[in-house]
């Protein structure tokens, strides 16, 4: 089970002697679940059903940084950019305001695991060379994220945020999906849900944006696993709590029809990623 540092820590400040980083902070406070909590009661399934992201992606990520000495994964989940970033980064420090996504990560050497708000940094993070933010920007506090990513973020280093949409499969589920999405689930998405429609464009982003590469997921579903992902949907289970019936069940015999009998279909995702440096 991974170590779990449940203190964060606000109005960091740090000086350089000697090309040597020294870090000041005040007293530790707990973390309040003030946060936008909307995986935590379905965490398990989260890290089962989730897709993977590609390696050449965080491949591009390390080239484009000055040292690769260390990196926090920002809102990390149960940890699967953490993970794929320890095999490019001396340290990474994960964090994640919920404790359950936390107790389910995978422990690695490199990686430390830390209950933390985006918006009040763990200590550990200080002088990252990247920050990452995967599929969890739109859930932040913006005007309190960005300060607090500029004293976290080393003179040169870097910053990328990326998500996903909706899935693309064969003609026929993905017009099942999309009326799940629009006219079963839709009125349930959160507000914030909007980002992801626009790629993150309609999020604000004060630093000087760089151009990435386009990437993409893929996977290779059964139907079981189709309904495992749709079923983590944050939409899915605020429609399962209010109204005490599983969404899912409208539309399962119209997306056996549409999946046929293949038992595995081919299942991809394209990614939007905004990259840029601190100014």
Not at 111 to 139: C, F, I, K, N
Request: charged letters at 20%.
């Amino acid at each position: 089970k991974p170590s779990v540092n449940e203190a964060s820590f606000t109005g960091q400040t740090q000086e350089r002697f000697s090309g040597r980083l020294f870090r000041t902070w005040p007293a530790a406070h707990t973390i309040g679940m003030t946060f936008q909590d909307h995986f935590s009661t379905q965490a398990d399934a989260y890290a089962r059903f989730r897709p993977t992201y590609p390696d050449a992606l965080y491949v591009w990520l390390a080239s484009m940084v000055p040292a690769r000495e260390l990196a926090w994964d920002c809102g990390t989940g149960n940890g699967q950019a953490a993970l794929a970033l320890a095999a490019h980064f001396a340290q990474v420090i994960a964090s994640d305001p919920s404790r359950e996504q936390i107790a389910r990560a995978v422990p690695h050497p490199r990686v430390r695991y830390v209950v933390a708000s985006a918006e009040q940094p763990p200590a550990e993070a200080m002088g990252a060379d990247l920050v990452t933010v995967a599929q969890a920007l739109h859930w932040f506090d913006f005007e309190r994220f960005y300060p607090a990513l500029a004293r976290v973020l080393k003179p040169g280093g870097l910053f990328a945020a990326w998500g996903y949409g909706l899935m693309h499969s064969t003609p026929a589920v993905d017009a099942v999906v999309m009326r799940y999405y629009k006219d079963i689930v839709g009125p349930y998405w959160p507000p914030d849900r909007r980002h992801i429609e626009s790629g993150y464009r309609t999020i604000p982003f004060p630093l000087d944006e760089i151009a990435a590469p386009a990437f993409s997921m893929s996977a290779a579903w059964t139907l079981a696993d189709l309904h495992g992902y749709l079923d983590t949907w944050s939409a899915t289970r605020r429609y399962l709590k209010e109204r005490g019936e599983h969404p899912l069940e409208r539309v399962r015999p119209e997306l056996a029809k549409a999946w046929g009998d293949a038992p595995t279909r081919p299942i991809t995702w394209p990614l939007f990623l905004r990259a840029g440096r601190a100014r």
